[in-house]
């Protein structure tokens, strides 16, 4: 699916920021930090205001742009191919900064920077030059290429791999779980069939997500058992503990090729920051549509 069942909360709130900036044209074939001085000089300082803002509305805003972001790149390059659902019940802001100008991809690579560094996090410049693709669909993420929480190690690598993305940088994106939500599907398999889960976390997670399907199917649990709203290494010390939410998770620490990039990074906080940020750099720069192809949407919640 593009977006979780959670997502129209969230959705209402990022409308804030795609609202205020849209639609336009742009040449260059490059992506630079500095793409929208002369266009849109206050691009960045406006996405980060207006994000700040909306966290403090609806805290799990960032995880979600965050997530968003990842799905984007890995269905078809980072070209705003996942679009925002119209749900929405948000009427607030209509006046477009910088209208014409600014692609609903580089809105969510800046808002997603921004929302890491809301929480905590590292910061990194984010480029930008990323142009919308004209075939967005609000399913584009069941094309295949996001890895089900399901996913064997093998898979999570060869997945990332398709993407030019290492193993290395698998692991460190990875812990982007640092902060958000899964709902109680993504996780019932884990906490109920699976042997390598503390069982006292086990049974925390169970009360709130019950063993059969049905009502609780939509029941969430945070990432982080730790500290779901700060983005730091604690993700990499659960692995250790046993107590990672999603099969995905625990797997990078269960005995396999990753386990000791898991130790170090629950080690050294510098060394996942710095690490994080050279994976979502790289993650960034997923085949974008530049120059004259795609185009500038003009509401990101469909193409125009
Ligand atoms: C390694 C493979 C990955 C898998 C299998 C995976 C899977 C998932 C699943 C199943 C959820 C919960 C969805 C739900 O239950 O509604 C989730 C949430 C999330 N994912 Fe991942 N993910 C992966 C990598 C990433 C990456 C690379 C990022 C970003 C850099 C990311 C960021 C997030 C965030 C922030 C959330 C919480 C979203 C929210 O609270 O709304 N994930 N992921
Ligand atoms: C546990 O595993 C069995 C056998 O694969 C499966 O039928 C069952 O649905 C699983 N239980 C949960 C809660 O996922």
Redesign the pocket.
Known sequence: MALSSSAAINIAALALVLLALSGGTATSAQLSQNFYSKTCPKVFSTVKSVLRSAITKERRLGASLLRLHFHDCFVNGCDGSILLDDTSSFTGEKTALCHGVVSCADILAIAARDSVVTLGGPFWDVKVGRRDSKTASLSAANSGVIPPPTSTLTNLISRFRAQGLSAKDMVALSGAHTIGKARCTSF??RI??ETDIDVSFAKIRQRKCP??SGSGDNNVAVLDFQTPNSFDNNYYKNLINKRGLLHSDQVLFNGGSTDSLVRQYSQNDKSFDSDFVAAMIKMGDIKPLTGSKGEIRKNCRRVN
């Open positions: 019932r398999n109920y069939n063993r059969t």
